[in-house]
């Protein structure tokens, strides 16, 4: 038998995501975001489940080719856009859009053939301040991909900070609007929360990420209360049970120490499946679909469970780490991190099963 852990991946729930953002912008198209791996999903498998999605996004060139060699006809874009002269012919020829947010990328693109075929997205940076030209360098930027004859469709876009916090989306939407002004091109802001929260920003794309995944990217708010299903479940088995006395420790470092007698079991997932080893004592983990909590650190293959709430556990009984009965951003608070993070911090040794094609 193989070592009892698993992540399923729901691709009916993954349908469903997608159809919850077109719930939510139904006037807007959509860039399903599948960068890093699908945030842990796998690519091939997320493409292939939203072959319908109006575009990809997502940041290699090899896969962005690999997928028009695979027959997607939508548009792929590339996040980060290209860091060398030498990819531009191969975006042109694959018809793979660009985001450019450089001036050393604007300069780079006067090497284009005259005849090539590039669609580009415009990064502005209104706030974000990690890519992008600032409103007062867009007009200029605007002037010289439309006067370079190898560049074709011509999109606006900016990334928000805050869409998921207090601060919101009118800071970063003022100064777009102030660049975009009298540009009449089409524009494309929205992550996930901007696309639940704030319709103002949907403009003619979207870009869904985590939300297609099912987790929810508000820290007060889990999937399911916004119609989200989980993709990802990581679940695995209990493989041993202990019996403390008071007084007994657990694991290394003997972070957890018995207040009473009491029984733990252990499970066959450690931070070497990608599972935080920064989670804290009570972490929840559902046992035979009770909530219970994590004692002691997660070791590299193995964390242990309190079994106090779920007196009929026994080796064998079905653990869920994280995903359906255990909703990933209740883990991710407990661990000081996000969704996001977990999903993409799936490791490749953990074996994925498919379900819901
Ligand atoms: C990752 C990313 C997104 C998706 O963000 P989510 O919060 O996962 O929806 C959108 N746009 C850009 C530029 C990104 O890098």
Known sequence: MPRPISATIDLAALRHNLAVVRRHAPHSRAFAVIKANAYGHGLDRAARTMRDADGF????IGPAVQLREAGYRQRIVLLEGFFDVRELPMLARHRIATVVHSRE????LRELAPAAVLDVLLKINTGMNRLGFNAAEVPAAVQ????????????LMTHLATADEARGVAWQMTEFGRAAHGLKLPSSLANS???????????????????????????????SEIDLEPVMTLAGELIAIQNLKRGDTVGYGSMFAAERDMKIGVVACGYADGYPRHAPNGTPVAVDGRLAGTVGRV????????LSGVPDARVGSRVVLWGKGNPIENVAAAAGTVGYELMCALAPRVPVVEVGG
């Open 105 to 108: 990328q604007l300069q780079m």
């Open 193 to 223: 929360a901007a696309i639940l929260r704030y319709p103002e920003t949907h403009f003619e794309w979207v870009r869904p990420g985590i939300m297609l995944y099912g987790c929810s990217p508000f820290a007060d708010v889990v999937g």
């Open 299 to 306: 070791s590299m293959d193995m964390l242990c469970v309190d």
């Open 144 to 155: 010289a991909l439309r006067s370079n004859p190898g560049v074709a469709r011509i999109t």
């Open 57 to 60: 996004a997502l940041l290699e």
